[in-house]
C-alpha cells in the first residue's frame, strides 16, 4: 500500500468510527478509558521496551540530555500516565450539554446543543505522554483522533496507541477512534493535510517551525499555538514585594515552556526602587538581563537589549526588561511584540488594572498573578489539548469543552415558513 492510500484508509477510518461514537454514552467513554489506563499499567514493561528503542536513538543522534529526559518513560511516568486517563473520566462529559434555548413566536423551541467536532488530526512533537493525552481528551469529546507523533518518540508512541486500541475490542467505543500514523516519511503530513473530506480540524503541537508549516499547508481548519512572548507589567502602584515574587515566578519557575515571562517591563515611576532588587534576585538565578538603554543607567552591568529581543521567546534564563511611561505605552509595546498568549500587570490601581484586563490583546490576561498559571489543569480544566493563540473557535488552553462545537436543535409542531 502506498503512502498516500494509506493517509486516506486512516482517515477514512476515522470518519466512519466518529459516527459510531456520537452514539456512545459518557458512561461508554468512561468504560473505555477506565480500561485504555488499566492496559497501560498491565503493558507497562513492552512499553518501556519500546521506549529504550526510542532512547537509543535519541543518544545515537546526540540530542540533549533535557531532551532525553522528556522523551524517558519508567515505571513512575507510565503510573502518572494512568492516572491522568483516570483524572479525564472525573471530567464533566461536555457533549449533549445544552447551551441556551428560546422560543420564537411562531411557537419553534430552538436549542443550541453541544456536539462533537468529528475527527482530530494531532501532530506534535513532544513527549509520549501528549499521546495518551490527545487520545484520551478526544475520546471523551466524542471525536476520532488521528496521531502523527515526532520520530523521536515513534516506538512509544506506536505501543500506546497499540495498547489503548487493544482495550477498546469488545466495548461500545470503535477501536478505529483512535488512529496513528505509523510512518516517519514527512510526506504523511502533507497527505494528511488535504484530506478535508474525512479530517474537521487539525492540532499541531511543536516549535513554531511545524506550525507554520502545517498552517502553509493545511486545507482543514487549523488551531495554532504559536510562541509565547508573555510580558509581566509592574505599573507604578505596584506592591514591591508583591512584584518581585510575580515576576521572579514568572521567570524562573520553569523559564522552558510557553506561559513563562520573556519581557519585563516597569513604569519609570518606580523603575529606580524596583529593578536593583528585581535584577540582583534574577542574577542569583542565574537569569542573563537584556535591558534598554533607560534600564542600563538604572543597572549598568547588563546586556543591551535590540529591537529582535522584544519579539524573542528564549525558553531559558533569559530576560528582556524595558522602562515604559507608563500603562498606555506598557499595552501598546504588549500588543506590538506579544503573541497573544499570556499577560500580566502587578498594580494595586484598579483603573489601571481594568484598562489594562480591557485593552492587552492576549488570550489570558491577569492582575497580581505569575503568567504561568495559562494552563489546562491550572485553570481547572483537567489535561489539555494545547494553548491556542487564536481567536476563532478556541483561545488560551484547549480542554474538553474546546473540542466540541455545537447545533441548532429545532422542535416544531407543524410550522411552515411564510
Known sequence: MNLKTQILKIAQEAKKASYGLVKASTQDKNKALEKMAVGLLKAKDALIKANKQDLENARKKKLSSAFIDRLTLNEKRIEKIASDIKDVIKLQDPVGAIIKTWQRPNGLLISKKRVPI?????????????????????????????????SES?????????????????M???????????????????????????????????G???????????RIPVIKHYKGVCHVYVDRFADIDMAINIC??????????????????????IAKKFLPLMIEKFKSAGV????????????VDIKSATEADWYAEYLALILAVKIVSGVDEAIEHINKYGTHLSDSIITENKSNACKFLNEVDSATVYVNASTRFTDGGEFGLG?????STDKIHARGPMG???LTTYKYVVVGNGQVRK
Open 208 to 218: 513554531e517551525e511545524l506550525i507554520r508549516k502545517v498552517t502553509e499547508n493545511s
Open 383 to 387: 489535561a489539555e489539548i494545547g494553548i
Open 118 to 150: 468529528g475527527v482530530i488530526g494531532i501532530i506534535y512533537e513532544s513527549r509520549p505522554n501528549v499521546t495518551s493525552d490527545a487520545a484520551t481528551l478526544c475520546l471523551k469529546a466524542g471525536n476520532a483522533v488521528i496521531l502523527r507523533g515526532g
Open 288 to 299: 542573563e538581563i537584556r535591558g534598554d538603554a533607560k534600564t542600563r543607567k538604572i543597572v
Open 248 to 269: 521572579f515566578n514568572a521567570k524562573v519557575q520553569r523559564p522552558g515552556v510557553c506561559n513563562a515571562m520573556e519581557t519585563m517591563l516597569v513604569d519609570e515611576k
Open 154 to 170: 515513534f516506538n512509544s508512541n506506536k505501543k500506546i496507541v497499540e495498547i489503548f486500541r487493544a482495550a477498546l475490542k469488545g
Open 172 to 206: 461500545a467505543i470503535p477501536e478505529e477512534a483512535i488512529q496513528f500514523v505509523s510512518t516517519t516519511n514527512r510526506q504523511a503530513v502533507d497527505e494528511l493535510l488535504k484530506l478535508n473530506d474525512y479530517i474537521d480540524l487539525i492540532i499541531p503541537r511543536g
Open 400 to 402: 474538553l469543552e474546546e
